[in-house]
């Protein structure tokens, strides 16, 4: 008769020993244990430094009375030693997860994820309000302008260079990441663009495209009007009329601005206020979307030289000045 050999590896050997020294029913509760759910009605952060031993956990978790019994856990890790291999990093915990789940998130460092969005038609100052309030994250004056002169740009002038999106980091990240991811994706889409752009486009480069995105997303109110507004200022251009787009204006007088544009900002010749000089202004005003970069490269096929705002975000559209000032009567000063 041949002799059977079964060959058991050590730790499988602990593993029995350990199981055995439980009992039936002690090894039937650390299992039970670790599929309960976690002591918790609403979600909750956990931070586990560098260096943190299993044994801290198990206290911090118990005192926190987010598990019950700290020695059903460390019990739990002797039967199964792969999740005492807990990374540091910082986690949220949900209602419902389980022990066993609450380790394996743990050992796979899966770090609850922090996101930001970055919002179109806003400018660099805006968003740098945003990015320096973000929680769990550290942010560095010059943030845009550094993310430039890494990538060659030492104009030192950011305004609409960069992707208006949502974008996520982690506890501890630098938020150069989210710039810089914002940065090449506006490079990506506006190549995209301006490889699309019309025949008779009156723009002689991928800047002004950009240029000239950032003034139609200030002027729309409604989405579909893009292309129409793309139009407006691309016929006035080829005509060598001005621009006479307000948002530019509000842009120029910066923080003076409260809500009105005085005659005086409208009276300054400033690099800003299309009312008084002729083509774009010299750089972008706010963040474009895509589709105001679409809607720069492909102005609708129309003849309006006007629009007029009905103040509920669409506009009246006019090939005329007679038509136009019309419509200026009838929606803006209320005749």
Not at 105 to 121: A, M, P, Q, Y
Not at 250 to 274: C, V, W
Request: net charge neutral; hydrophobic share 35%; charged share 25%.
């Amino acid at each position: 008769m041949k002799k059977i050999i079964i060959t058991l590896t050590v730790s499988c050997f602990a593993l029995l020993t350990l199981a055995a020294g439980l009992g039936v029913w002690g090894y039937k509760t650390i299992m039970d244990f670790s599929l309960s759910p976690l002591n918790m009605t609403e979600p909750q952060e956990l931070v586990l430094k560098r260096g943190t031993s299993f044994s801290l956990l198990a206290s911090t978790l118990e005192q926190r009375e987010i598990i019950a019994e700290g020695w059903k856990l460390k019990a739990l890790v002797k039967l199964k030693p792969e999740l005492a291999k807990i990374r540091s990093g910082f986690y949220e915990l949900h209602p419902g997860e389980s022990v066993d789940e609450l380790l394996t998130k743990l050992v796979k460092g899966d770090e609850k994820v922090f996101s930001v969005t970055l919002i179109e038609g806003q400018n660099i100052k805006e968003w740098s309000q945003i990015l320096q309030a973000l929680p769990h994250s550290q942010y560095e004056e010059g943030a845009f302008t550094q993310v430039l002169s890494d990538n060659g740009d030492d104009s030192g002038l950011p305004e609409g260079k960069f992707y208006p999106d949502t974008y996520h980091y982690v506890a501890g990240d630098n938020i150069n990441s989210i710039v810089r991811q914002s940065y090449h994706k506006m490079q990506q889409e506006l190549e995209k663009a301006w490889a699309q752009r019309a025949e008779d486009l009156p723009l002689k480069s991928s800047y002004e495209l950009l240029i000239m995105a950032s003034i139609i997303e200030k002027e729309t109110g409604k989405a579909s009007e893009r292309p129409w507004i793309s139009a407006v200022f691309a016929n006035r251009l080829n005509k060598g009329m001005r621009l006479q787009t307000d948002p530019t204006v509000i842009y120029g007088m910066g923080d003076s601005y409260q809500g009105d544009i005085t005659r005086k900002a409208l009276r300054e010749h400033t690099p800003f206020n299309t009312y008084r000089i002729n083509g774009l202004t010299p750089t972008p005003i706010a963040a474009p979307s895509g589709a105001s970069l679409i809607a720069a490269a492909q102005p609708a096929d129309v003849n309006y030289l006007y629009f007029v705002s009905k103040n509920d975000g669409s506009h009246v559209f006019s090939k005329t000045l007679s038509e136009h000032n019309r419509a200026v009567n009838k929606y803006q000063r209320n005749r």
